[in-house]
């Protein structure tokens, strides 16, 4: 088993924690990880993508030109990854910030209200923790616990307040795209 993962978006949407929190479930997992974090000088604002592949075996290259698993945060994101995306693959969009549907029919799309579901949390900086949630549908290696358990292990001191809220916005992502799951063709 091997799943490569694109997860892109603006600097400031938790693109690049989100996949590190992703790697490190997999990894407690005693599962092969790389992470490569890639972003524009402006950070905040600008964009950033990571790119996460997760194996039950030695990782011959962390390198991915088509991924079967992505996020997109944003438009731009949108428009770029589902070009990429492998036939058959699984894109969680944030409906939230994408303004039309998607151009293929070879794939899963699951658009998923992200920011929406962050503010009733009541955070909007849990976008990224609701598309990973949603993302788990598609990527039954790695579950929802296990991304708890890697933000307890994982997330600084000073930010160990924000766990339950966390926890929270994986779980409804996840199950928001459940219920999607069956409604979108592929």
Same mark, same amino acid.
């Given at each position: 088993? *091997?799943?490569?993962?694109?997860?892109?978006?603006?600097?400031?949407?938790?693109?690049?924690?989100?996949? *590190?929190?992703?790697?490190?479930? %997999?990894?407690?997992?005693?599962? +092969?990880?790389?992470?490569?974090?890639?972003?524009?000088?402006?950070? #905040?604002?600008?964009?950033?993508?990571?790119?996460?592949?997760?194996?039950?075996?030695?990782?011959?290259?962390?390198?991915?030109?088509? &991924?079967?698993? =992505? /996020?997109?945060?944003?438009?731009?994101?949108?428009?770029?990854?589902?070009?990429?995306?492998?036939?058959?693959?699984?894109?969680?969009?944030?409906?939230?910030?994408?303004?039309?549907?998607? #151009? #293929?029919? +070879? /794939?899963?799309?699951?658009?998923?209200?992200?920011?929406?579901?962050?503010?009733? /949390?009541?955070?909007?900086?849990?976008?990224?923790?609701? =598309? /990973?949630? =949603?993302?788990?549908?598609?990527?039954?290696?790695?579950?929802?616990?296990?991304?708890?358990?890697?933000?307890?292990?994982?997330?600084? %001191? #000073?930010?160990?307040?924000?766990?339950?809220?966390?926890?929270?916005?994986?779980?409804?992502?996840?199950?928001? %795209?459940? !219920?999607?799951?069956? !409604?979108? &063709?592929?």
């Amino acid at each position: 088993m *091997q799943k490569e993962i694109i997860i892109a978006g603006f600097g400031g949407q938790g693109v690049l924690f989100g996949g *590190q929190v992703l790697a490190y479930a %997999a990894m407690d997992n005693n599962l +092969d990880v790389t992470w490569i974090p890639s972003y524009g000088p402006e950070m #905040r604002g600008g964009t950033a993508n990571c790119t996460v592949v997760i194996a039950d075996h030695e990782i011959g290259s962390p390198l991915v030109k088509n &991924p079967p698993l =992505a /996020i997109a945060l944003n438009l731009p994101s949108f428009d770029k990854y589902e070009s990429t995306l492998a036939s058959g693959g699984t894109l969680i969009v944030n409906k939230s910030m994408v303004d039309h549907n998607q #151009r #293929r029919d +070879d /794939i899963h799309v699951i658009f998923v209200p992200c920011n929406e579901i962050a503010e009733e /949390i009541g955070d909007r900086k849990l976008v990224n923790m609701v =598309a /990973i949630g =949603a993302l788990l549908t598609a990527l039954p290696e790695v579950k929802v616990e296990d991304v708890e358990k890697a933000l307890e292990g994982h997330l600084p %001191a #000073r930010h160990k307040h924000l766990l339950p809220k966390n926890f929270e916005a994986l779980k409804q992502g996840y199950e928001y %795209a459940q !219920k999607e799951w069956d !409604k979108v &063709p592929a």
